[in-house]
């Protein structure tokens, strides 16, 4: 399977703990996206990459997340004291220079925190 | 910021009638994206419109843009129970047609009955 994957694919964990999630994109896609979807709403924009590059970040990143993509392939997302309103699908996407306008997303990790 | 509208926010039908879904942007269009996604999973890319008046296809599903009217329109004819999913509309709310983002509708959930 070529296309974006992420892992792990569920996450519970209990409000104030520190949880990583993390995306593989597609082969020699330059960018990639992480969003955030909670029920019933259409996903959220979280922050963006451009190779190594993280060039654009959402007012909905709190200080308490982090997202690298050191190497510029795989990305991770880091967040730290977890709360309820964290809860939510973390859906990561990737695009290739031919075609900017192409996201292809991963099957997502869908977060508890309790 | 831009909003989508989209409607209806859900929708049943019997297997083998057509439908329409509509989004409408709060702001002018510069792309308009249409994704579907299975419940609890990541989004599949269905297609992209730039061009005021410009239509796709895509086996039974075609969209519209009205770029006038700031809206796009997503059919589909003869529907099958493989079409039930979450349809979103996601646009690029930048004039500069960067793509480094996607802002998203709430979504129209579809049912399809055998």
């Known amino acids: 399977d070529t296309g974006v994957s992420q892992d792990p694919r569920h996450k519970i964990t209990k409000r104030g703990q520190n949880v990583t999630f993390r995306c593989d994109p597609i082969?020699?896609?330059?960018?990639l996206y992480w969003y955030r979807q909670t029920l019933g709403q259409g996903p959220e924009f979280l922050t963006y990459?451009?190779?190594?590059?993280?060039?654009?970040k959402s007012r909905l990143l709190s200080d308490r997340f982090s997202a690298e993509r050191p190497k510029g392939s795989f990305s991770t997302l880091e967040i730290q004291r977890t709360e309820q309103g964290d809860s939510a699908m973390y859906l990561c996407?990737?695009?290739?220079?031919?075609?900017?306008?192409?996201?292809?997303f991963g099957p997502g990790t869908r977060l508890l925190v309790l | 910021s831009q909003e989508l509208e989209q409607s209806p926010q859900s929708l049943i039908v019997q297997e083998g009638k057509n439908l329409t879904i509509n989004c409408t942007s709060s702001?002018?269009?510069?792309?308009l994206y249409w994704y579907k996604q299975k419940y609890g999973e990541g989004l599949i890319f269905l297609m992209m419109?730039?061009?005021?008046?410009e239509e796709k296809s895509h086996e039974k599903i075609t969209a519209k843009l009205d770029e006038k009217k700031q809206q796009s329109s997503l059919h589909i004819t003869a529907s099958q129970p493989s079409h039930a999913g979450i349809y979103l509309c996601?646009?690029?709310?930048?004039?500069?047609?960067?793509?480094?983002?996607?802002?998203f509708g709430t979504g129209t959930k579809l049912q399809v009955i055998p």
């Open positions: 702001k002018t269009l510069y792309g």
């Open positions: 419109l730039q061009k005021g008046g």
């Open positions: 990459f451009q190779n190594e590059a993280q060039l654009e």
């Open positions: 996601g646009a690029d709310p930048t004039s500069s047609g960067g793509y480094q983002k996607v802002t």
């Open positions: 082969s020699e896609h330059n960018r």
């Open positions: 996407a990737s695009s290739h220079r031919d075609s900017w306008s192409t996201q292809y």
